[in-house]
């Protein structure tokens, strides 16, 4: 017999780079398992890894065995003739002369077993490039081998390019089976900045960095960059030209993986090569080979460079080198990488992907199919489609809108003018409609655009007309026909313009329907959006509650389907501190303010969010006494304005300006900023800037030539104004304007000397408002005027449920007062609620009208209204709001 003695070493690494400290110590750690397989394609490394993990191991004294295998060895014989010949050195005393090229198999196995079977103690074969051997019948050799009980100290260690084929799960059940894959010996940015150390001292960590990214920390390519580096004076353009169809590359994968292919196996990848993804049925789809789904299925016998991308191996990419090097081979070879590109679009378009059909079509240089296969989709509607939205699709094909013929697509231009909106570019979203309104001007989708326009003014701080709106609303009762997305987002822009109008109700009303159909049209991403509009209306309805809760299902929505730190994400963490900071919690507020708002104030927002955020950051920092810093804030705030083209966002801020110069005291500054701004004192007396249902938030002229005229102790002129805009109302102001509003006229009624009157107000205030939820409206003006209630409520015998509901607002107490020992006598005198008033009262609390509470129960409405008179005096109240709050501090409601 020929001894090989010489193939029994592992290869000689000198002062080698060791890769994979942490491994190979767990590895040494553990100890080998009865089969470990080092599994990657050529240049991974594979030999290398082994070998330090063989000199570990034989540095602790273990009986090693290390056996390069040949393509010779795939014949059952040589394959044991091989493995004989490596034990010989562990062997003392056997005979050396052993004829094994005669034996048949069957003898060869049995000596080998036997000759195992005399190794004392544990040993562990190295079988590298183990893929040479590779055949069902050598298979079944080791498997047999594997499958022996009294070989259980035997272990063996498979370096090979391809995974074994024989039966492996009752070693991976027991634990003996352990699989080492190209992710395991690909290098890490750290291992990459270690092998370049003093070899390419002319690059940086971040240009190191970035190359193990590209190359994804394949061996072979860091160190054939290493050498052109070394051999080279230049290295960043090495550094940037650098992939497959580099020619030293080029070469090494040509002679190495791809020159040992079969023609067949060639022919599929240089005609995948284009695609960023393959599966079984796209490859079947666009490849002119019938056996293109067969060959996809072969791919992982021939040890490629390959990713796959899901745990069912149902998708797979090629490494971007070897990729490069496919791309180069297959322009070379003059296949039509447009066309085969231009085919996957259509197969993914058919499949419903269509922000992998517009990828394809673009990689294809085809814009104008990308645009054709979104305005099939339906153009703009994409936007609020599926869970995450199709933000993505629209800021992909955007970047190539020059390249269309958008009047050809007017369904896709209208979705690039919502998408510009979103982003703040509203110059570029004002041109988009324009088109779209010209390719549309026969007539035809007319809805689209009408439902865009209104859309359009949310972000332009436009208000929308009214025939727009009415026509929305005749949409909606005719639309029988209408898309289910159409459809919802139509009620989205209905609920958004009664809220903003102070129809609170009708916005309530909307939105819930709104939410209904995105969610039947599968598209959450818009459903989130209502939210917005839902909590706002809960809010300024005095539903503190509800408007926390819609909030919260809006960031746990965004952050769960999205990811923190979206537009959406920003847009609940705003809107949240408001709710906040009105009750008092200054530190959760300022922290949701300090990383939303700014982002709010570049991203997807329209003028309601950012000035909800604005006032709640003014909120704060006038609580917290720092005046400098509000000021400060309310300067970025303005820029932000005016770099949005929000005009009433600029207005409502300098607005805020002259309050917190009154705040300071510093009247004549207030007066000089107010007359710069817009702000003169015959404003006061207009009637559109003063309108209450159309500002929601801030201040308008009347209320600060009110405070204004009252700091100068001009009483009779302040109660002039403050009566002509309080009587000059079409519509009830929201909650927490009535609370302000209740508050300012507190104060006059004490500058008048008419205690009696303001202990009047007061008290209705504190018991039909809910003014624990909204008390940083009383706190924010000021230590002197609360003080004022104070003495109020001890001098004028108030109500003790008054006075301390009043502590309880003023304080913040943890919890609220304990119900009046008066209103628990006539409670008690009173017999209590019956069990129908009991149930009238769970109605009142849920917000039901007089009629939804008659039609639940069965009651007319006028034995609704008699019951609702003996609560009241039950409960010693005078209206609903007031009913439910005291019903909550009996226990009533519990």
């Not at 909606?476 to 609920?495: K, V």
């Not at 849920?846 to 003996?870: M, P």
């Amino acid at each position: 017999m020929v001894t090989r003695q010489t193939r029994f070493q592992p290869p000689v690494h000198g002062s080698q780079h060791i890769r994979r400290r942490n491994l190979l110590h767990q590895l040494l750690h553990l100890g080998p398992r009865r089969l470990t397989t080092i599994v990657a394609p050529a240049g991974y490394g594979k030999t290398s890894f082994a070998a330090q993990w063989h000199d570990l191991l034989k540095s602790q004294g273990g009986k090693l065995i290390w056996l390069p295998l040949e393509p010779d060895d795939c014949d059952q014989s040589h394959f044991l003739i091989a493995l004989l010949e490596a034990l010989q050195g562990l062997l003392q005393g056997e005979r050396r002369g052993l004829d094994a090229s005669s034996m048949p198999v069957a003898t060869l196995l049995s000596v080998l077993v036997t000759r195992l079977r005399r190794i004392d103690g544990p040993i562990t074969l190295f079988l590298d490039d183990y893929h040479f051997a590779q055949t069902d019948a050598t298979e079944s050799l080791l498997a047999k081998l594997l499958a022996a009980k009294d070989l259980g100290h035997v272990k063996f260690v498979l370096i090979s390019r391809s995974a074994p084929r024989f039966p492996i799960s009752a070693l991976r059940l027991n634990g003996e089976f352990r699989q080492l894959g190209a992710a395991d010996l690909s290098f890490s940015d750290t291992e990459a900045q270690e092998f370049f150390a003093g070899k390419a001292a002319t690059l940086t960590r971040e240009q190191i960095g970035e190359l193990n990214k590209r190359t994804e920390g394949w061996a072979v390519a860091l160190q054939m960059v290493r050498v052109l580096v070394a051999e080279s004076k230049d290295s960043a353009a090495i550094l940037e030209s650098f992939d497959g169809s580099n020619f030293e590359m080029a070469r090494y994968l040509s002679e190495q993986v791809f020159s040992s292919l079969p023609k067949v196996v060639q022919h599929f990848l240089l005609e995948t090569a284009s695609l960023p993804a393959i599966s079984r049925t796209l490859a079947g789809s666009i490849s002119g080979s019938p056996d293109a789904a067969a060959l996809f299925n072969r791919l992982g016998e021939y040890a490629l460079p390959i990713a796959v991308l899901d745990s069912q191996g149902t998708w797979i990419r090629y490494h971007p080198v070897f990729n490069s090097f496919l791309k180069e081979e297959a322009e070379r070879v003059g296949i039509e990488t447009h066309a085969i590109l231009r085919k996957a679009a259509h197969w993914f378009e058919a499949a419903h992907d269509y922000d992998a059909a517009v990828r394809h079509a673009l990689l294809a240089g085809d814009a104008g199919l990308a645009a054709a296969i979104v305005e099939a989709a339906g153009g703009w509607r994409r936007v609020y489609a599926t869970t995450r939205g199709g933000t993505l699709l629209f800021q992909t094909l955007i970047a190539k809108a020059p390249d269309i013929n958008l009047s050809s697509f007017p369904l896709t231009t209208l979705g690039l003018c919502v998408i510009s909106a979103k982003a703040g570019q509203l110059d570029a979203a004002n041109h988009y409609l324009a088109i779209a309104e010209r390719a549309c001007a026969d007539g035809k989708f007319s809805r689209d655009l009408r439902v865009v326009r209104v859309l359009m003014s949310l972000y332009t701080d436009r208000w929308a007309t009214a025939a727009d709106l009415s026509a929305l609303e005749a949409d909606l009762s005719h639309g029988d026909d209408m898309e289910l997305i159409y459809r919802a987002l139509a009620l989205n822009m209905l609920a958004y313009n009664f809220l903003i109008r102070t129809d609170l109700e009708r916005a309530m009303h909307y939105g819930q329907l709104a939410i209904r159909a995105f969610r039947d049209g599968g598209a959450d991403f818009g459903a989130m959006h209502l939210y917005t509009h839902i909590g706002q209306a809960a809010f300024f309805s005095g539903d503190s509650k509800s408007a926390q809760d819609a909030y919260r299902s809006l960031i746990a929505e965004a952050q769960a389907n999205i990811g923190d730190g979206s537009d959406l994400d920003a847009v609940g963490q705003v809107l949240w501190s408001e709710v906040l900071s009105m009750r008092g919690d200054h530190d959760a507020a300022s922290a949701a303010l300090a990383w939303a708002l700014p982002h709010l104030e570049l991203h997807d927002t329209w003028f309601d969010l950012l000035a909800a955020g604005i006032m709640a950051q003014q909120r704060v920092l006038r609580l917290s006494g720092d005046m400098l810093a509000a000021h400060a804030a309310i300067d970025s705030a303005r820029a932000a304005a005016r770099r949005r083209g929000f005009e009433r966002l600029t207005r409502l801020i300098d607005g805020e300006r002259v309050t917190l110069l009154i705040a300071t005291g510093d009247i004549e500054e207030a007066i000089r900023y107010a007359e710069i701004s817009g702000f003169q004192a015959q404003t006061g007396y207009a009637d559109a800037p003063n309108n209450l249902a159309v500002n929601l938030r801030g201040c308008v002229p009347a209320l600060l030539w009110t405070r204004i005229y009252a700091a100068q102790g001009d009483i009779a002129r302040a109660r002039d104004l403050f009566y002509r805009l309080t009587t000059q109302q079409a519509l009830k102001p929201h909650v927490p304007r009535r609370i302000e509003l209740g508050l300012l006229d507190i104060r006059l009624l004490l500058a008048q000397g008419q205690p009696d009157k303001a202990a009047a107000c007061l008290s209705s205030l504190l018991l039909s408002l809910p003014m624990a939820d909204y008390r940083a409206i009383l706190q924010i003006e000021g230590a002197d005027f609360t003080d004022w209630l104070r003495r109020l409520a001890s001098t004028m015998e108030m109500p003790a449920v008054v006075s301390q509901r009043l502590t309880f607002v003023l304080d913040g107490s943890a919890k609220p007062p304990a119900t009046t020992r008066a209103t628990a006598v006539a409670l008690t005198e009173a017999g209590g609620l019956t069990e129908r008033e009991r149930s009238v009262m769970r109605l009142l609390s849920a917000g039901l009208s007089n009629k939804e509470i008659g039609r639940k129960l069965d009651l007319s409405d006028n034995t609704v209204k008699f019951h609702l008179r003996n609560i009241f005096t039950k409960l010693n109240v005078t209206s609903r709001t007031a009913a439910v709050t005291v019903g909550r501090d009996t226990g009533v409601l519990q």
